[in-house]
DNA sequence: CTTCATAACTGTAATCATTACAATTTTGTA
DNA sequence: TACAAAATTGTAATGATTACAGTTATGAAG
């Protein structure tokens, strides 16, 4: 596992240091759609020398180097995800859960953009996830 | 116009103050998207003594009477919209400027969440304008 | 036209995520 | 083993947003 972590922050050019290894398996493993705030509580407790900063920096770094994408679907704190690929989000305005939405090939119909250049799009929706919607809490 | 802001507000079960009333318009006259900052330093040109804490207490009235919608394409700071209808947006990573995207009717077709209950939809976009594609600025 | 209760507004101080930066530690290589 | 480069740390700043208490404006009743 960590071996082939290794591997692919060197194919990007991020040089495979014990804490980015850490950060980058906690992305993977949880793909809980993080705040830095998540990751640093969890990784914390077993590298306690670990600073928030230093989250911080290494998913900036990640960011830039285009191996996880920027979700800023809460309007508190940035969130974090590994899967690169195009895929929406949604997130459930009770428990505060982000779920992944899977979009149909053929979903998209812009019109007037041709002259733009899109880098990135981003496929938020909000609501009340099926648990919650069961629960019927506080709506 | 300022009457048929009134009317508007009214509706909407906000009343129609004088500040109110000079923030609604100025959304719907400028159509730019604009963060609390962008609406306070214009405003606060005609009426000195406007406080900004005011800005954010009337965008944040008129998000839970669904006269706006909040736009947080920007990192930094939350912009806001008075079109309230489904429509996309584009951020132009050169100039800042945000575009409205229209969006084809049959544009949808999302997998497997047949079991949630959708009540917002965000779609962002980001990359290059035409006229900062053209000057080839930075890039 | 005044009175008064309510709502709106103001200004300052707190909060909190994020960034800047200088000092320290770690790492890879010679 | 030594050393330069890179990574990490911890504290202090930044900046958007919110809390809150005091002040002002509003609109209905008399």
Redesign the pocket.
Known sequence: MTKQIEQLLRMHIV?P????IKIYQYLIEKRNHP???MVYQELVRT?P??????V???L?LFLEKGIVIMITIDE???RYDADTSLHGHFRCSSCGKIFDIRLGTDAWRLDGIDDFEINESHIYFKGWCPECRKKGALQ
Not at 17 to 20: I, K, M, N, P, V
């Open positions: 040089r240091s014990h804490h980015r705040s830095v705030d590298i020398t670990l600073s928030k900063t230093t911080y920096n290494t900036q508190n704190e940035t």
